[in-house]
């Protein structure tokens, strides 16, 4: 008997793959901004927005449907992420507001059709949020300024 209580486990974590892709589970969207430097000239840069970036991006790349992955990696991180570092897009406003605007279309398609969505927004930087705002709202902001 206690050979089926160990087989058990295992089984789930084979089946598990299938189970997360079943029709029912939500279309996952991720949006990841990594950037060294900050938009103050006196604010020293940072060693490893780039490099925690390229790690959010593996692991969505992993569970999410859609991943946009905006960053300038520095020269070490291209070196050691050459594949990651060619898709990466500089992060700049207008090539963010322009994705954002494209993974909400998609979410709303979703929506209609019936599907559940996740959106994930993943900042490393300086992010210069207001003393007030969340994450959701610089991301509101950014598509409305």
């Given at each position: 008997?206690?050979?089926?209580?160990?087989?058990?486990?295992?089984?789930?974590?084979?089946?598990f793959?299938?189970?997360?892709?079943?029709?029912?589970?939500?279309?996952?969207?991720?949006?990841?901004?990594?950037?060294?430097?900050?938009?103050?000239?006196?604010?020293?840069?940072?060693?490893?927005?780039?490099?925690?970036?390229?790690?959010?991006?593996?692991?969505?790349?992993?569970?999410?449907?859609?991943?946009?992955?905006?960053?300038?990696?520095?020269?070490?991180?291209?070196?050691?992420?050459?594949?990651?570092?060619?898709?990466?897009?500089?992060?700049?406003?207008?090539?963010?507001?322009?994705?954002?605007?494209?993974?909400?279309?998609?979410?709303?398609?979703?929506?209609?059709?019936?599907?559940?969505?996740?959106?994930?927004?993943?900042?490393?930087?300086?992010?210069?949020?207001?003393?007030?705002?969340?994450?959701?709202?610089?991301v509101?902001?950014?598509?409305?300024?």
């Open positions: 008997m206690s050979r089926y209580y160990l087989f058990l486990p295992f089984s789930i974590t084979l089946l793959p299938y189970l997360a892709t079943a029709d029912n589970s939500p279309r996952i969207y991720a949006l990841i901004i990594a950037n060294n430097y900050s938009l103050e000239n006196s604010v020293p840069a940072l060693r490893y927005a780039d490099d925690d970036g390229v790690r959010y991006f593996e692991l969505f790349s992993v569970y999410a449907d859609k991943v946009a992955f905006f960053s300038v990696l520095d020269e070490d991180t291209q070196r050691i992420h050459r594949k990651i570092a060619a898709e990466a897009q500089p992060p700049t406003l207008e090539a963010i507001r322009t994705k954002l605007r494209s993974i909400f279309n998609e979410i709303r398609s979703d929506k209609a059709a019936g599907k559940d969505t996740v959106f994930y927004f993943i900042s490393v930087s300086y992010t210069h949020l207001r003393a007030h705002e969340t994450s959701l709202h610089l509101c902001r950014l598509l409305l300024e």
